[in-house]
């Protein structure tokens, strides 16, 4: 993972070695709009924070850094008035509001696909039941509908088990939980 700041300001570099020191990632510095396109052209970030000066001064230039950026987090920082203490605060900020909710959409997403699974298996085990109900069914067909029903019981008592955390899950939310606390 890596930064990239884009300002023309005296002193970006060492503000960056400093940054890249408190973080434990690279930092990269773009002193234009012209470098930090090519640059972001180039790999991926994390984030991506432009001079807030830079970006009032040339808003057409931010724009295009902004439509460069991907899924880098963007920060619009004025570096004249931030240190690079406080910068590193903000990136730490983002990077964990990112991270948390990465992690609540990804618990919605499988929360989605547990809904719509029960629903599925429902279905599919009300249905296999009525046709085993029906008249004129065949041993054959109705021996493999029985499979089918049975089959659909188990995934539907699977699903309505309440799933266990492992133990690097149950570290992984607590501590996404104590980021965000801190972070706040």
């Known amino acids: 993972m890596s930064v990239l700041i884009v300002t023309g300001i005296d002193g970006a570099r060492n503000c960056a070695a400093a940054v ?5 990632m690279e930092v990269e510095v773009a002193e234009s709009r012209r470098s ?12 991506v924070v432009v001079d807030e000066t830079m970006a009032e001064c ?12 991907g899924l880098a987090i963007p920060l619009q920082i004025n570096f004249a008035l931030s240190g690079a203490m406080r910068l590193v ?10 991270e948390r909710e990465q992690a609540l959409a990804s618990m919605a997403a499988a929360a989605a696909i547990e809904t719509e699974l029960k ?42 088990t309440p799933r266990r955390l492992n ?4 570290r992984s939310k607590a501590q996404i939980d104590e980021r965000s606390h801190n972070a706040a």
Do not use: Y
């Open 20 to 24: 890249s020191t408190q973080l434990g």
């Open 89 to 98: 605060r903000e990136i730490k900020a983002a990077l964990h509001r990112r």
């Open 167 to 170: 133990a690097s899950t149950s």
């Open 58 to 69: 040339d808003p057409a230039g931010a724009e295009a850094i902004w439509a460069q950026t």
């Open 36 to 47: 930090a396109i090519a640059i972001l052209k180039r790999r991926d970030f994390c984030a």
């Open 119 to 160: 629903s599925t298996v429902a279905g599919l085990l009300l249905h296999s039941e009525l046709a085993l109900k029906g008249s004129g069914v065949p041993p054959a067909v109705a021996d493999r509908m029985r499979v089918v029903a049975e089959l659909a019981g188990t995934l539907r008592e699977q699903l309505n």
